[in-house]
Nanobody, 126 residues
Framework: QVQLVESGGGSVQSGGSLRLSCAAS????????MGWFRQAPGKEREGVVT????????FYAASVRGRFTVSQDRSKNTLYLEMSSLKPEDTAMYYC???????????????????WGQGTQVTVSS
């Protein structure tokens, strides 16, 4: 199992930007599907994006497409989420997840992932 540690959350105003990082305990580039998920208070967990093999597969939720960009740095075993044009509705705890697949499923379903980080809070004020 891989250990994941997120960082980079914070408070920003609407329209601002943040970059989240997820450091993995081992190389996940080619053997894991990686994902970002988020959960706001009182709401169900929502899939944000999944990525495999540095971008061979990338799938964004419609709510973030065009505003968020996912990337991987294999040399650092780190997954990133660049978030721009942030909106108050992006406020949530953001979690990194990993599952040992050669590829990713065709839906953003957190129930398919078994390795999770502790989360990092993102708060966007209007």
């Amino acid at each position: 199992q891989v250990q994941l540690v997120e960082s980079g959350g914070g408070s920003v105003q609407s329209g601002g930007s943040l970059r989240l990082s997820c450091a993995a305990s081992k190389d996940t580039y080619s053997d894991y599907c990686m994902g970002w998920f988020r959960q706001a208070p009182g709401k169900e967990r929502e899939g944000v994006v999944t990525i495999y093999n540095g971008g061979t597969w990338i799938f964004y939720a419609a709510s973030v497409r065009g505003r968020f960009t996912v990337s991987q740095d294999r040399s650092k075993n780190t997954l990133y989420l660049e978030m721009s044009s942030l909106k108050p509705e992006d406020t949530a705890m953001y979690y990194c997840a990993a599952e040992p697949w050669r590829g990713c499923p065709d839906r953003l379903d957190g129930d398919l992932f078994h390795s999770w980080g502790q989360g990092t809070q993102v708060t966007v004020s209007s």
